[in-house]
């Protein structure tokens, strides 16, 4: 293959990320008129492929029950799968469904968590809310919250610094 390969990946990589935007773009032309259930059919397709800001979509889709029944419990799945990947929308929602016991415990540590995770990628929304979380809490609880943030991040340093440094690949 030679010199070519990587020219022939990337031209792959390309396609799919043309077609992967072009679903996009359906399913929020589908949502925007009112269509759930062919904007559902879209956004679940990306959605089971990883890509967060659908699987924030279907989140937001179950929680505010928009062409699907309403399921907390399928709300805090999707949410959690595009939280993770560090989508703020997703981290914000999430923290305020561990904050309102919404289809879980109440549990302020991972509410105060979740929302620091979003405030720290700029969601103001999110500054607001770790405020308001952060007087209800006690000191270890923050101290704790602040642990599980730190971490969150450290990993996600830990993850970006693989593909800059050749000597962190396990392949």
Known sequence: MGPRHPAI???LLLLLLNASACEDRRADKAYLRGDYGKALTEIEFLANRGE?????????MYDQGQGVPKDDARAIH???LAAEQGEPRAQYNLG???????????DLVTAY????????RGN???????????????TEQIAEGKRLVQHYEDQKQKNACTFCNPNNRSY
């Open 78 to 80: 999707w949410y959690g």
């Open 124 to 138: 103001v929304h999110a500054r607001d809310a770790r405020d308001y979380i952060g007087e209800k809490m006690s």
């Open 9 to 11: 990946l990337a031209s």
């Open 113 to 120: 968590y979740w929302v620091t995770l979003s405030a720290n």
């Open 96 to 106: 305020l469904m561990y904050l309102n016991g919404q289809g879980v415990q109440p």
């Open 52 to 60: 967060a800001r659908a699987q924030y979509d279907l989140g937001l």
